[in-house]
């Protein structure tokens, strides 16, 4: 919360000695609000902490003496919610505000601060990596506790790590969609990417044979896979981090493209 | 203000144009602003007034030409938290209460002014705990007023600050804009209400498709369009007569009745006298600056338009005009 006398201090302290450090605390205090603002909207819990959990506390059970990947079905489903709240949280509600707050003028806002020129965005990927963490580890919580999924604790952290690092890709790419487009075709196309890259990347059931091929190809496969080859002990082909790399890359470059082109009419 | 106006200039545009394709939004403006001088922007809707906000805030390339601020390009200006501006096309973000929006924007500046006070400033205390999306018109108006003020910056550039306001916060936001421009700040602002440029600013630039028109103080910008209204019966008017007159600037007649704008009133009025003319109902009377704005502008309409299309923004038919 705020409150107000401490945070004119604060500021003051901050700001008088060092410039440089005033600009990052500026950029941190606007991840800060982000957060504040992303945990007091309910359609975003729903979506990235509520139905993944809820998924999982219902289907987990009921697919007994079952592998997927490798791994039980308890673990492999583990890792497709937590990847899938996620993903969905760095897509859907990143692509969408940004798309809005363009429209609304609040990015020309702004602008017109000392705010440096790409803290806005710095700050949406801040705040995106801090609220994906709940709902990543959320639902690791329930495998480890509710799931009975059991491994080393360095690979709690390797998988988790696995899911958070991966969901930049969504971010970069909800950069992207939100620069490129305005709030009413946002929705669509978020929506699309979402669910084509969470069915055919083997996030609502594990993928075989033909679909398997087709999936390989995406990083929320990829990301799922690498999970599991960390849980079964698997050595991880080489092809699953450079996959998810290409797309990340791929989605930055979209990212930075869509930011300079609208550069003129903000 | 005399010894503020020697001061280096705060804001320059040498020449600048901005061409959409073949649309001149602004072409060729030159113009200064002086240390503490309150400036009003006038223009009619579509005369580029928002064009040269946005590029004097960097929200915008120029297509040529050059604009400095505070000696440096104003993107370092900006950031160095010397400028406060509110734009028409500034929006606020949602889903935080007025009070902690107005804190974060604080926290951006490095000279920051305390929050309370901001909030007091802009008349938004009372209701600093809501929420900013569910303001009204006017109180999302004010908050973004406010985030303007946040820092102890030297130029403040408002476009349109008052549109959306009742008289009474229109009376109350003037009066706290004039404890801020004490301080020693210089203010731009644009404006629709005339009487607002009349009464806050110590000049006044007029542009009109996209250059400047008229650049003075209120009574400078009156006295160009004609400064006086005379208006007169007379029987047996002598058209050509009246329309020889000198200083005119407008002339309107209606059967025996006469009405002219005039650069020099007494001038206008002896040489009626003098050839003899005796007309009843005499009245000279103050152009006001709306009056002024209108006749500065139509004229500028019509000596660069080829056709006499805009006859709207005329006065009346039987519409004559002499070099003022």
């Known amino acids: ?266 | 203000m005399t010894q503020a106006a020697m001061g280096a200039p705060v804001v320059s545009f040498e020449n600048v144009r901005k061409h959409y394709g073949r649309v001149k939004a602004v072409d060729g403006l030159t113009m200064e602003l002086r240390p503490g001088e309150t400036v009003a922007f006038l223009g009619p809707n579509g005369a580029g007034k928002s064009t040269s906000l946005d590029m004097l805030l960097n929200l915008r390339k120029p297509t040529s030409g050059r604009i400095r601020m505070f000696g440096s390009d104003p993107y370092h200006a900006i950031k160095a938290g010397r400028v406060g501006a509110m734009l028409q096309s500034g929006g606020l973000m949602p889903e935080v209460t007025v009070r902690e929006l107005v804190a974060l924007v604080t926290g951006f500046h490095p000279r920051p002014v305390p929050v309370e006070q901001t909030l007091k400033r802009a008349g938004i205390a009372g209701f600093a705990g809501q929420r900013v999306d569910k303001l009204s018109g006017g109180q999302t108006q004010r908050v973004r007023f406010a985030l303007a003020i946040v820092g102890d910056c030297d130029l403040i550039v408002l476009d349109e600050p008052t549109t959306a306001m009742d008289v009474e916060t229109r009376q109350a936001f003037w009066a706290n804009m004039k404890v801020e421009v004490a301080e020693g700040k210089t203010l731009l602002f644009a404006t629709h209400y005339l009487e607002e440029a009349d009464q806050a600013a110590d000049r006044i630039i007029v542009i009109n498709k996209g250059r400047l028109l008229a650049d003075g103080t209120p009574s400078q910008i009156k006295a160009r369009a004609g400064a006086k209204r005379i208006s007169f019966r007379l029987d047996r008017i002598d058209e050509p007569f009246i329309l020889g007159l000198p200083a005119l600037v407008n002339v309107e007649i209606r059967h025996d009745l006469v009405q002219i704008q005039s650069s020099d009133s007494d001038r206008t009025l002896y040489a009626l006298l003098d050839a003899g003319y005796r007309p009843r109902e005499i009245e000279v009377s103050s152009l006001g600056l709306e009056q002024a704005f209108l006749a500065i502008t139509a004229e500028d309409d019509n000596s660069t338009a080829a056709g006499g299309h805009d006859s709207a923004t005329e006065p009346a038919a039987g519409f004559a005009r002499n070099g003022a």
């Open chain 1, 1 to 266: 919360m705020y409150a107000t006398t401490t945070s004119y201090q604060q500021n003051t302290i901050s700001y008088a000695p060092d410039k440089e450090t005033g600009t990052m605390d500026s950029t941190l205090a606007l991840a800060r609000a982000e957060v504040r603002r992303l945990g007091r909207n309910k359609r975003y819990s729903i979506f990235s902490v509520g139905l993944p959990v809820v998924l999982y506390l219902v289907i987990a059970p009921t697919v007994k003496h079952v592998t997927a990947y490798g791994v039980a079905y308890a673990a492999y489903y583990m890792i497709a919610m937590a990847s899938i709240g996620a993903f969905s949280g760095a897509l859907t509600g990143n692509a969408q505000r940004i798309s809005q707050e363009r429209k609304d003028g609040w990015v020309r806002q702004l602008r017109l601060t000392p705010l440096p020129a790409n803290a806005y965005v710095i700050a949406k990927i801040i705040a995106s990596m801090v609220i994906t963490v709940p709902s990543i580890a959320i639902v690791l919580l329930l495998g480890r506790f509710y799931g009975n999924v059991h491994m080393e604790l360095w690979k709690w952290f390797a998988v988790g790590g696995t899911i958070w690092i991966g969901s930049l890709t969504f971010t970069a790419l909800a950069v992207a969609i939100g620069y490129r487009f305005v709030p009413d075709s946002v929705q669509p196309i978020a929506m699309f990417v979402y669910f084509l890259m969470s069915i055919l990347g083997g996030l609502w059931f594990a993928l075989s044979g033909f679909l398997a091929k087709i999936g390989q190809v995406l990083p929320t496969y990829q990301i799922t896979r690498i999970g599991t080859d960390l849980i079964s002990s698997h050595s991880v082909p080489a092809t699953a981090y450079i996959t998810v790399f290409a797309w990340f890359a791929g989605f930055v470059v979209l990212a930075v493209l869509a930011v300079r082109g609208t550069r003129e009419t903000v």
